[in-house]
Structure formats: C-alpha cells, structure tokens
C-alpha cells in the first residue's frame, strides 16, 4: 500500500538545527495535506506543522518562526527544518500525509513510524 519513512532524528544540544524528512512510497495516486506531529512522553500527540499541496502551512505557536516546514510534490516527500532547539522540543516526531491511493478517490491518513529527536540543555 503506501509507506512514509521517516529521517534525521537525533541527538542535538539547545540551540540547534535539525532537519527531518519523510518520503511517501507505494500505490499513490495524490498526496494531499501532509504534516509532522510530536509527541513526548506523557503527553498527547500534537500537530507541529502542515503543508497543504499548494503550500500553505500552518505551525503551532510554540514553533512559529523556529520551524519550516515545505514539500517536493515530485518526490511525494515533506521536510521538516528545526531550528533554535530547545529541551522542550524533545519527542518522537511522526510524518502523516493524507494519500490518494491509486483506483481509489478518497484520501487515507498514513503515518511514519517515528524518529527521536532529543535536545539537551
């Protein structure tokens, strides 16, 4: 069916970048709305930011103007950049995208399996 996997988690000190991608693979016909969600331990998963296929993005207010988030239509691939890092933003980031799967014409939420991201003060 369609795989998204995920890359670039890791171990980073406050104050620094990371950059996140997931590719889409498999039947796909479209990918429409595509995003990363976190979530930390003890904690519910949250929306960090998405990019609709024209490109607009929507970022949650704990992001703003440190995250960046933008796509490759012809790669069926989002990017999440991560800058300015800080402690809080420790958790396992997950890759989700809504995928029109080939023969069919409604979307289908798929998610990555997760990458760590871990930030030490």
């Known amino acids: 069916q369609v795989q998204l996997v995920e890359s670039g988690g890791g171990l980073v000190q406050a104050g620094g970048s990371l950059r996140l991608s997931c590719a889409a693979s498999?039947?796909?016909?479209?990918?429409?709305?595509m995003g990363w969600y976190r979530q930390a331990p003890g904690k519910q998963r949250e929306l960090v930011a998405a990019?609709?296929?024209?490109?607009?993005?929507n970022y949650a207010d704990s992001v703003k103007g440190r995250f960046t988030i933008s796509r490759d239509n012809a790669k069926n691939t989002v990017y999440l950049e991560m800058n300015s890092l800080k402690p809080e933003d420790t958790a396992v980031y997950y890759c989700?995208?809504?995928?029109?799967?080939?023969?069919?014409?409604?979307?289908?939420?798929?998610w990555g399996q997760g990458t760590q991201v871990t930030v030490s003060s």
């Open positions: 989700n995208a809504a995928v029109v799967t080939i023969g069919t014409k409604w979307a289908v939420e798929c």
């Open positions: 498999g039947s796909i016909f479209s990918v429409n709305a």
């Open positions: 990019i609709s296929s024209s490109g607009t993005t």
